[in-house]
């Protein structure tokens, strides 16, 4: 059945060292996002796409960056640059030409020790 | 710069009350509006909407209201049942150079006590 996968559930990293986040769909939906949750601060976009090979900065990009290979997928990766990493990371994907909701996958909690 | 904001963090209500959760915007070029449930270490399930050309759209015991003038939309919950408990965000859809992008609040936490 469809939806968006995102693994793994739980991330542990050294510091100084880069993380990739994976996020997988199969409902055929043209944009994908990413969001940082922190507590008290809701959730904040990271990246966003709207087609394969082209995406946009969200609101908190720095430190982040992401790939859009094919429609299904959309990696985020967290460098040594983002300063505070620890968070639970969401990726969701809609459909583009109306006003859709999106759905979310069940989110990457990553922790930097 | 907050362009979604609810300003309550929590809010509890007695079961069988309603629970009315608020939300306001500062961008007039947001034109659908979206609430979302969400549990604790669990992605967010999409609850119900309203476009901006509506000012209420109802489904089942949740009512979502918006009012342009004032940028400011509430979801109601008539009867506040326990399952409900969870936070609950307020989101906004506007499309800047033909991406769309979906803009969310700081959640409020709601608690329904037996």
């Known amino acids: 059945d469809g939806g968006i996968t995102q693994s793994p559930k739980y991330l542990f990293r050294k510091e100084g060292q880069n993380v990739t986040l994976s996020c997988e769909q199969n409902l055929n939906h043209d944009a994908m996002y990413w969001y940082r949750q922190d507590p008290g601060q809701g959730l904040r976009l990271i990246y966003y796409?709207?087609?394969?090979?082209?995406?946009q900065k969200g609101d908190i990009a720095e430190g982040y960056s992401v790939s859009r290979e094919k429609k299904e997928s959309f990696p985020l990766t967290v460098t040594s640059a983002q300063k505070n990493p620890t968070a639970f990371y969401l990726c969701?994907?809609?459909?583009?030409?109306?006003?859709?909701?999106?759905?979310f996958g069940q989110g990457t909690r990553l922790t930097v020790v | 710069d907050q362009q979604v904001k609810q300003n309550s963090p929590s809010l509890s209500v007695q079961e069988g009350r309603i629970s009315i959760l608020n939300c306001d915007y500062t961008?007039?070029?947001?034109?659908?509006f979206l609430w979302y449930k969400k549990y604790p270490a669990e992605g967010p399930t999409f609850l119900i909407s309203i476009s901006s050309i509506k000012d209420k759209n109802e489904d089942g015991r949740f009512t979502v209201f918006l009012n342009k003038s004032a940028k400011h939309l509430s979801l109601h919950i008539v009867p506040s049942q326990p399952g409900d408990s969870a936070v609950y965000f307020c989101?906004?859809?506007?499309?800047?150079?033909?991406?769309?992008?979906?803009?969310f609040g700081q959640g409020t936490r709601l608690t329904i006590n037996p």
């Open positions: 961008n007039s070029m947001f034109d659908y």
């Open positions: 969701a994907s809609s459909m583009l030409g109306g006003r859709t909701e999106a759905f």
């Open positions: 989101a906004a859809i506007t499309v800047i150079q033909g991406a769309q992008k979906l803009v």
């Open positions: 796409s709207q087609i394969v090979n082209d995406f």
